[in-house]
């Protein structure tokens, strides 16, 4: 007898089970806290964890494959089977999740003609590919071989975006093929339109919903559309959306614990329940997405708290205390396993433009035109492009013809603008000499690539200059591009004179004891990112909502650390002051 059967209940070793789990995203956490989160999930009454497996984040480059450190999925399985929790995994090759490109590899976007999330044929050997090296790794974790998968998804939210079968039958073939013998299942919205576009009832796989309140309502639909095509199966809310995600340059998204907890109770009383997320985690590093819009995009911020029932930082909520006590009827509070400490102020030790250590960071392209970033092999981060030339008049008017996303621009290494990407396009005078020799630079950056909606298409997400730059009336020729390796910051030319324009900045400080969570105030910063001793934490930027970057107790060592904060806007402070609870920008405009 299979250890998990599908019937109008979920049956696990011959027991009618009600699965209620929590999203636990382990590249969102480090390693070092996986246990402590899993340990709360199981007391606040979860039989189950869920995880997506981003592709982007295990084959960074095509054919180079990543699963260790935080990245480490199989430890992370082994971990659910040690502590007793059933494992929902979620491979599919598009996860969505406020995730850069939506968890699709940007090295895809290589190719000119590829249609990503369809039967095309060269998408569908890149993902059989990544496949034949993932789920053998993962399929030795299933309950029916040493571990405790006992679900996995087949696409996310596919009938959101397209309605090719003939795509999601070849999928379910290569998870088949590849050692996946649990029971799969499909997640879509709950309307009746994108569970038929999205759903693959024929061949025995089942669908769940995604919604976040009125569960009676959207069970209902659910229900019906099982009914119209008969199929028998368990009712469940694969995400049950506890808070929401957050953009810049906007307020921070909140839900009332209260109401959540009647709305999951309610939920609980029909089914099985999957909260999105228990415990959000960091957007570390470049991998934040974006959200679409037909003018400006909308790039989401590093923290990923997400209103969830555990903070960023790992603390029980108020929701955590109320869901746990409708789960399990327990009132005790539980403490949190972690604490965070305020280690006050670090003086900056040195600074350096990025201008004048340039080289010993970037690997450099010469070619004709201005490449994307796709085409220069190198998808997250900055590109520094720059063209020589000879003015032929004082003053020229330069523009650059479609680049994604943000511009600064320089002459002769002095700030001229910076243009986003409804404003690239539009002409920039360039105070020049006539008959002198002149340097352009622009810095670009990709703020994060569409994770949701009809702009995830590879001809809208490829970033950097896409065309080309004018001068007047002409397209320029000759560029080198400067492919700043934030890995190197060790190589950081720190000698060298900091003449302004992008800056990197090192504080240095010991630690005398273990060291615990913190957070470093960057509320006197521009935008930029932050590396903790050697580690990307992510993009900061003043505009909010947030203000400050959570730093993981491991990322710090006992003695000397260091960060290294990059900064583009010439707003860099004479000191940081890591605290300890984050810094949100109403609650700087409130006390000013």
């Not at 995880?51 to 960074?60: A, D, Q, S, V």
């Not at 970033?373 to 003053?395: A, I, M, Q």
């Not at 003449?499 to 960057?522: A, R, S």
Request: contains cysteine.
């Amino acid at each position: 007898m299979d250890r998990i059967q599908i019937k109008e209940d979920f049956i696990i070793d011959g027991q009618k089970t009600k699965i209620i789990s929590g999203a636990v995203h382990y590249f969102r956490i480090v390693p070092e806290y996986w246990e402590d989160t899993l340990l709360d999930l199981k007391d606040m009454g979860c039989n189950a964890v869920e995880t997506y497996i981003p592709w982007n984040l295990h084959e960074p480059y095509k054919g180079k494959f990543d699963f260790d450190g935080q990245k480490d999925v199989c430890a992370f399985l082994e971990l659910a089977k040690k502590l007793g929790l059933y494992v929902i995994i979620r491979p599919s090759p598009y996860i969505c999740s406020e995730w850069e490109l939506g968890g699709l590899p940007a090295w895809l976007l290589k190719d000119s003609d590829i249609r990503l999330r369809t039967n095309d044929s060269v998408y569908m050997k890149h993902l059989e590919e990544y496949y034949a090296v993932l789920l053998p790794m993962i399929a030795k974790y299933q309950i029916n071989r040493e571990g405790t998968i006992i679900l996995a998804q087949l696409e996310n939210e596919y009938g959101s975006y397209n309605q090719d079968k003939d795509y999601l039958k070849a999928l379910l073939k290569m998870m088949r093929e590849y050692g996946i013998e649990v029971p799969i299942f499909t997640a879509d919205g709950t309307w009746e339109e994108a569970l038929e576009a999205g759903s693959l009832f024929e061949e025995d796989v089942f669908p769940t919903g995604n919604f976040g309140s009125n569960a009676k309502e959207n069970i209902a639909v659910l229900k019906e559309f099982m009914k119209k095509h008969q199929i028998v199966a368990p009712i469940m809310c694969m995400e049950f959306w506890d808070g929401w995600f957050n953009r810049w340059n906007m307020e921070i998204v909140k839900r009332d614990p209260e109401e959540l907890v009647q709305s999951a109770k309610e939920m609980i009383d029909l089914g099985s329940i999957n909260f999105y997320m228990f415990h959000g985690g960091t957007n570390f590093g470049w991998m934040n997405g974006c959200s679409a819009r037909k003018e400006h995009d909308l790039p989401q911020i590093t923290s990923y708290d997400y209103d969830a029932i555990l903070t960023e930082y790992g603390a029980k909520t108020e929701k955590y205390h109320l869901l746990r006590k409708m789960i399990t009827g327990k009132q005790d509070i539980l403490p949190d396993r972690r604490k965070t400490a305020s280690y006050g102020r670090v003086s900056l030790n040195r600074s350096v433009s990025l201008f004048n250590t340039l080289s010993s960071l970037s690997r450099v392209i010469e070619s004709p035109w201005p490449e994307s970033f796709e085409k220069l092999d190198y998808y997250y981060g900055y590109v520094l492009y720059e063209h020589d030339f000879e003015s032929y008049k004082d003053d020229v008017t330069m523009r650059i013809i479609d680049a994604r996303d943000r511009a600064q621009i320089y002459l002769d290494k002095e700030y001229v603008a910076t243009q986003y990407q409804e404003e690239i396009g539009d002409p920039v005078t360039l105070h020049t000499k006539k008959d002198c020799k002149h340097s352009l630079g622009i810095l670009l950056e990709n703020m994060g690539r569409v994770n949701y909606g009809s702009k995830l298409q590879a001809d809208t997400q490829r970033k950097g200059i896409r065309n080309g730059v004018m001068l007047d009336i002409h397209f320029t020729k000759n560029w080198k591009q400067y492919c700043i390796d934030f890995t190197k910051v060790n190589q950081i030319e720190w000698d060298n004179a900091n003449i302004g324009g992008p800056t990197f900045n090192e504080y240095v400080f010991d630690i005398q004891d273990t060291p615990k969570e913190t957070f470093i105030d960057l509320s006197a910063f521009g935008k930029g990112i932050v590396i903790v001793n050697g580690f990307n934490l992510g993009r900061f930027y003043n505009s909010g909502p947030t203000l400050s970057l959570y730093i993981p107790g491991p990322l710090l060592k006992k003695g000397n650390n260091q960060i290294v904060i990059f900064e583009t806007e010439g707003i860099v402070s004479d000191s940081i002051n890591l605290v300890d609870k984050p810094i949100f920008k109403k609650d700087m405009n409130n006390n000013s």
